[in-house]
């Protein structure tokens, strides 16, 4: 089941507490697997939960002063705690059987918490879509006027692309679910696959294909990958708000609180420091993936130049992305929208987004497509210098009226023609749910 995880949860998460815990229940699965197997007397795993060892970070550490070997100072405390049946666990294991393991166990939990998140933006994007399925807006490109959507259309577009990256995370999920138990190089020379595969079940994961001392990395960087890609489309969304909160535009904004304050200097300020907030962590988000692909390429069997890279990349970008969905929801919960001023900025545009309907017509009327692209363009460069409206410009050219009626050339400049698909669109978007 996916949970929701506070930040608070990611810290104890990624904590050493939790870290040492997870060893353990992997140590406890292989021992229960190796029970059944009869390579260890019945009762060894049960006699150990028995006596609920309370692990001591601090002793640990420790103990690896001298071994500078964390496994070697966990596993020596373990025996420690529990006394005799310790002998029995880790038998035929490597280090990296239970890090990679435990590992991909932290993974997974961390992952559905941002599933979890991933979801409830998109009830958020859905709620808002539907709201202003039939505001109007002005379409952009090039951060220029193009012609009208509505404003719905373009949260559906958000909904979308954060329901893909979501699939895209689900589906580096399923490869991370992966543990191993094939001992120093992959081998099983002391274990089995059937004991390996009968642990890893009640961890809730699966054996890695064609294991070395470690679970090929590849699949860790899927998942970082998985995770830039959910980042930057969480920053395209910010983006589209700056730009929207930007004074001249000024169509949306972020929820601005009673009580808050935009500037130390300036009490007129509204700043969109939420969305700020959003592209800069997205770059923390993204820097990770180099490093995961370049812990790829281990030598051999393995080295261990990968450990110290996913010690900090693994909280720290889980945690961030984390927070980024719930700040990314709260945005779009409280965006403040302006209808009014869209229609304000769309009439600004002097008629000039109808241009392509009318140059279309005229082709229809047998014109040559330049000829019709240059006529229309002529007249739209008059409008957007200020010399009228393109319908009146147009309608004032022989040239034009000879080929269309005023009907039909009034007929070009009909915003609901234009906007008639938007709905579907909107529905084909919240349609599109698992």
Not at 270 to 282: D, H, K
Request: with cysteine; glycine share 6%.
């Amino acid at each position: 089941m996916i949970g929701r995880y506070t930040p608070e949860d990611f810290r104890k998460l990624w904590s050493d507490e939790t870290r040492y815990q997870t060893w353990l229940n992997v140590e406890l699965a292989a021992c229960d697997a190796m029970e059944d197997a009869g390579l260890v007397p019945r009762g060894t795993a049960d006699a150990i939960r028995a006596k609920n060892p309370a692990l001591d970070v601090a002793e640990i550490e420790r103990i690896e002063q001298t071994t500078r070997h964390d496994v070697i100072a966990f596993l020596t405390h373990v025996e420690a705690l529990v006394g005799e049946p310790a002998r029995f666990l880790h038998r035929g294991m490597t280090s990296s059987d239970v890090l990679d393991t435990s590992f991909a166990m932290l993974l997974v939990r961390a992952t559905d918490a941002i599933l979890a998140r991933c979801r409830a933006l998109e009830s958020a994007l859905a709620l808002r879509a539907k709201e202003h399925v039939g505001t109007v807006t002005m379409g952009r490109s090039h951060g220029i006027f193009a012609e009208p959507v509505t404003f719905g259309m373009v949260l559906a577009g958000h909904l979308a692309e954060v329901r893909r990256a979501r699939r895209r995370v689900a589906a580096a999920r399923v490869e991370i679910a992966v543990g191993k138990l094939a001992g120093a190089v992959g081998t099983y020379a002391h274990l089995s696959p059937a004991i390996e595969a009968a642990a890893l079940e009640r961890l809730g994961l699966v054996p890695e294909t064609v294991a070395t001392q470690v679970v090929a990395r590849d699949r860790h960087a899927a998942l970082f990958a998985s995770y830039a890609g959910l980042a930057a489309t969480l920053e395209r969304l910010a983006t589209n708000v700056r730009h929207l909160q930007r004074t001249e535009v000024s169509e949306a904004e972020e929820r601005f609180s009673v009580g808050q304050k935009g500037s130390s200097a300036m009490p007129h300020k509204r700043n969109p420091i939420l969305s700020e907030n959003l592209c800069g962590l997205s770059r923390i988000v993204r820097a990770a993936v180099i490093p995961a692909l370049e812990n790829v390429a281990l030598w051999h069997e393995r080295d261990i130049s990968h450990s110290s890279v996913e010690r900090m990349i693994a909280p720290d970008v889980s945690a961030t992305l984390a927070f980024m969905l719930d700040r990314a929801r709260s945005i779009v919960e409280g965006l403040v929208v302006y209808p009014e001023r869209m229609m304000e900025n769309l009439s600004r545009a002097r008629g000039l987004f109808f241009s392509e309907g009318v140059m279309l017509a005229l082709v229809d009327k047998g014109l040559l497509r330049q000829r019709a692209y240059e006529l229309v363009q002529g007249h739209a460069m008059r409008a957007f210098a200020g010399e009228g409206e393109l319908l009146a410009l147009l309608a004032a050219d022989p040239g034009v009226t000879t080929h269309l009626t005023h009907e039909e050339l009034a007929g070009c400049f009909d915003l609901e023609h234009v906007l008639r698909h938007a709905g579907a669109v909107v529905e084909r978007a919240l349609g599109e749910g698992d």
